[in-house]
């Protein structure tokens, strides 16, 4: 389907996709719906890209309708220069409620992917006593459906349409992370000073000043 939308973008990679570090870590976790950390976490400095999926049952190839014992999933491709692991479970520790138990789709868990997370992970459970949340290694992340990937991003149709127009193909729209970025000021996370800020996202002037008042308008930002 097609959606009528003003030219937003310059229609050339973003120079932040091509600056990206070469090396990347992952972190991955379950903390509720997936949508809302997909945003969070995508507006931090220092994280790379995001992707959200389905973790932490046995059932092979997990879909929306058919999830088995798997939990909608966050990971994240972060730059360890820029954001540590710590930084990062402070967030998911601080933005959902890891005390109350849910249904397996909205579990809490965090799946690490070596001994230095598991050690990080399992410490902040140990300070936190209330905190149920499940820590197990990481196995099998399923990434889920098309249209659930930047979800905040797809509801504003001129901005997702524009950023497709540059990334026909969903695994790089997914990876880019510029599009990530945008996936979480949409959403009113992160900090932008002015509109003039979003350049590297390959935005025009006139992409650049809706996403900042969208920006503005969600965080409340003066």
């Given at each position: 389907m097609m959606f009528s939308k003003p030219q937003l973008t310059t229609g050339e990679v973003p120079e932040m996709d091509k600056n990206v570090p070469k090396y990347t870590n992952t972190a991955t976790f379950a903390m509720g719906c997936f949508w809302g950390p997909d945003a969070l976490f995508g507006a931090k400095p220092g994280v790379v890209r995001t992707r959200v999926g389905y973790a932490g049952g046995k059932k092979t190839s997990p879909t929306y309708r058919?999830?088995?014992?798997?939990?909608?999933?966050?990971?994240?491709?972060?730059?360890?220069?820029?954001?540590?692991?710590?930084?990062?479970?402070?967030?998911?520790?601080?933005?959902?409620?890891?005390?109350?138990?849910?249904?397996?789709?909205?579990?809490?868990?965090?799946?690490?992917?070596?001994?230095?997370?598991?050690?990080?992970?399992?410490?902040?459970?140990?300070?936190?006593?209330?905190?149920?949340?499940?820590?197990?290694?990481?196995?099998?992340?399923?990434?889920?459906?098309?249209?659930?990937?930047?979800?905040?991003?797809?509801?504003?149709?001129?901005?997702?349409?524009?950023?497709?127009d540059i990334y026909p193909d969903i695994n790089d729209f997914v990876d880019s992370t510029a599009v990530t970025r945008a996936n979480g000021y949409v959403s009113g996370h992160g900090h932008i000073e002015t509109a003039e800020e979003l350049r590297s996202l390959g935005l025009n002037s006139t992409g650049r000043k809706k996403l900042y008042d969208i920006w503005k308008k969600i965080s409340g930002a003066e």
């Open positions: 058919d999830l088995g014992d798997h939990t909608e999933t966050i990971q994240i491709d972060y730059d360890p220069k820029e954001i540590g692991y710590e930084e990062l479970l402070k967030i998911f520790l601080y933005n959902h409620d890891p005390t109350y138990p849910k249904s397996t789709q909205y579990r809490s868990m965090i799946f690490y992917h070596d001994k230095e997370q598991e050690k990080l992970a399992k410490d902040m459970k140990e300070s936190n006593s209330d905190i149920i949340t499940i820590i197990q290694p990481f196995k099998d992340f399923y990434p889920a459906e098309d249209y659930h990937q930047k979800y905040r991003l797809s509801m504003n149709k001129p901005l997702y349409m524009a950023f497709r």
